[in-house]
């Protein structure tokens, strides 16, 4: 039951950002090239990471499971959050 509320938290979250990146490109014109260059890897990749996780896939890898893990996912997308939202 948890563990159906994590991936679905997980899913919405990575569609909530790739959405708000692919059509609202215009809220990071404030943000400085080189921390936007920094920051936008680390959140994709946290995305791409949630979105495996929210889709329901399970890799048999240990090392894969715990990298499209949810705590993986959400650590980058929080920190490159930060680092796009720290001044």
């Not at 950002?17 to 936008?40: G, I, K, N, Q, Y």
């Not at 979105?51 to 499971?65: A, E, K, M, S």
């Amino acid at each position: 039951m948890v563990a159906r509320m994590v991936q679905a938290a997980s899913f919405i979250a990575a569609l909530a950002a790739s959405l708000a990146l692919m059509l609202f490109p215009f809220l990071l014109r404030h943000v400085e090239a080189t921390r936007l260059h920094s920051a936008l890897p680390i959140l994709l990749l946290g995305v791409a990471a949630a979105f495996v996780y929210g889709i329901g896939y399970r890799p048999d890898n240990r090392l894969l499971r715990m990298l499209f893990g949810p705590l993986s996912a959400w650590l980058l997308i929080f920190g490159g959050a930060w680092l796009l939202l720290a001044r």
